[in-house]
């Protein structure tokens, strides 16, 4: 199952969500292929280096102005790309699952843009927000209000899942594997 990762790739994310990603990358990595932004820093290099070690087949989209970043990546397949639009398409399309971790614009834009594609049926992918140490717990909490008080048309929790430890993320993909 190919399964794309939107995190931070900022070196600068705190410890406490390196350490909980690098488990759980440990347990997914082992029967799964990675989908991800090309990036060797932060919990997107802590991805890539675990898919990496367990020899898993590695597809990465990269911006043309970011090809640098493609120096010393090991990739099995690379997609250069132009706009947000077409890498969030590339990697939508090429993704059984989508995991959410902890990150900053970039993982919001990406998670956004695919969820309202989700809600508008352009696909049916399981997409899950990892919901380490409550970090999304205000977005979540927005998407509810939003739900309540300006369009009761979808619920958020029918379109995405929350988990808030790594086995029941481990578990959820393993069961729909």
Known sequence: MNIFVSCSSSDKI???YK?????LMENISKDNDLVFGC???????????EFLKNNRKITGVCYEMYKSDLEGLKLDEVHM???????????????DII??????????????????????KLHNKEMIIFNING??????????????KV????????????FNTALDVT???????
């Open 39 to 49: 990036a060797n820093r932060g919990l997107m290099g802590i991805c890539y280096n």
């Open 135 to 148: 970090f999304y717990d205000d977005l979540i909490n927005m998407f509810n209000k939003i739900y309540k």
């Open 99 to 120: 995991l959410i971790l902890p990150g900053a614009f970039g993982t919001l834009s990406e998670f956004i843009d695919i969820l309202e594609h989700k809600r508008t």
């Open 14 to 16: 705190s410890d406490e």
């Open 171 to 177: 578990n959820y993909i393993e069961e729909n594997n």
């Open 151 to 162: 369009s009761n048309d979808y619920d958020f929790n029918s379109l995405c899942k929350v």
């Open 81 to 95: 790309v132009k706009t947000l639009e077409e890498s969030n398409r590339f990697l939508e399309e090429n993704a």
């Open 19 to 23: 350490v909980v990603t690098r488990f």
